[in-house]
Nanobody, 123 residues
């Protein structure tokens, strides 16, 4: 069973930056995509950024131009670079590894999730 471990969350002032990391316990090269999702209190989990093999990326409209996702297959790691953060970015951020269609939806039975890391942005 693959385990994903997120790190890098914390408290940051609006306009600041954070870098989230997600490390898999074993190779996930066979999975086509990795993504970052977030869930704010009282809200549903939403996709923030997804990268699929070949380099295609998805970003939620609210983070375009501010966040950047990357994946290092050699290190079984995904990153989320968060710049110019805003109070509305406050949420628990979750890492996912799965097979994704080209429209960035997950298919198949294999989908791994991390435990989440809290990001809090103060105004």
């Amino acid at each position: 069973q693959v385990q994903l471990q997120e790190s890098g969350g914390g408290l940051v002032q609006a306009g600041g930056s954070l870098r989230l990391s997600c490390v898999a316990s074993e190779s996930i090269f066979h999975l086509s995509g990795m993504g970052w999702y977030r869930q704010a209190p009282g809200k549903q989990r939403e996709a923030v950024a997804i990268v699929i093999r070949g380099g295609n990326t998805f970003y939620a409209d609210s983070v375009k131009g501010r966040f950047t996702i990357s994946r290092d297959d050699g290190e079984n790691t995904a990153y989320l670079e968060m710049n110019d953060v805003r109070p509305e970015d406050t949420a628990v951020y979750y890492c996912n590894a799965a097979n994704y269609w080209s429209d960035f939806t997950i298919f198949g039975d294999t989908s791994y999730w991390g435990q989440g890391t809290q990001v809090t942005v103060s105004s």
